[in-house]
């Protein structure tokens, strides 16, 4: 008897032990509710339940807790393709015009706040001019970069190379007086990095939707003139520029004599030997002439006359002076002008 008295004890003292452990089993298979164990019994075997769920034309029940979130294979991890962060390239080029925005008393401002480097955070881009040691800080975050020239005149976010994993940033200085320099910055890897520098301004034509810089010359009195570029390395579309002033038939019909006193429209005061139409030929004297375009490369220049013929004008460079089949522009023009 004391020995039968002795089991039922102890089975009386596991019972509460066995319970309590089925009841934390179940609260991490994701209920809260306490199930009978008649229903656990119930339960069908993992065979059943893996051809029940197989053949099934329903699909599987949400997981209701972080156990129930099926694991991914190496081998299923290495098919999978990751879908990279892209900001949304629409919204460029946004130009940032200095004086139009800030004005030229101010000392720092905001630019832009943009996922420059495609990381998925907006980087703050800013500037500080410094008109006592003439330069410009740039500051993408927490990182500078100095600039020489306290003159900021503008800033474009653009995308130059779709290639590359980040857009550019171009600043462009006035170091002096029409003494321009434009910089390529952008911003990888918490580090900005300084590209290509072209000593001229830029900006962005939204009807032609083209970045164009802008240059001059002395080639037939100083001229300014315009051409495209493209690329992060910047280089030149082509190596003949448009000038910017153009001239159209209202412009010589009603601002004639204006065009002369400035030295748009060109006196010749003899024959100009040039090429028309491919062919040796001459510009007769007493005509009048407007550039077209020019090319600095080749001292070169497309002009038209008042009446229409369009001529190409080949010249010769040396000691800082333009000559005409050996004889100074000034020879056959006698209202040149010349910037200081």
Known sequence: MKRLFAFLLCIMMLMPVGCSCYRLEWNLGGSSATKA????????????????VVGADTPAPTAESIFDIPITTPD???????????????????????KDEVGWDVSEALMFEYDIDFDGF???????????????????????????????????????????????????????????????LH????????????????????????????ESTDILGTKSGQRTYSGEDLKPDTDWLVVSYRITEDDLRNDRDLLIEMGDLLHCTRDVPCEINGKPAKIAKGKYIYMVGFNDKNDTAEVRTEDGTTAIIHFTYKDWTYFIDGKKVEKYFDNLTYSD
Request: hydrophobic share 30%; net charge negative; glycine share 4%.
């Open 37 to 52: 164990p008649e229903q656990v019994q119930n339960t069908p075997a993992p065979e059943a339940t893996q051809a029940a």
């Open 187 to 214: 911003y990888t890897g918490g580090k900005i990095v300084k590209g290509v520098m072209v000593e001229s301004p830029c900006s962005w034509d939204d009807e032609e939707n083209k970045l164009y810089f802008y």
């Open 122 to 184: 907006e980087e703050e881009i800013s500037f500080r001019m410094d008109d006592e040691d003439g330069t410009t800080t740039i500051q993408i975050d927490s990182e500078k970069i100095e600039l020489d020239g306290s003159n900021l005149v503008r800033a474009i976010l653009i995308d130059l190379d779709p290639e590359t994993p980040y857009v550019n940033l171009l600043t462009c200085i006035d170091g002096a007086s029409d003494d321009f320099q434009t910089t390529e």
């Open 76 to 98: 299923q991890a290495s098919n999978a393709t990751a879908t990279p962060y892209r900001p949304n390239l629409a919204l460029l080029p946004i130009t940032y015009e200095v």
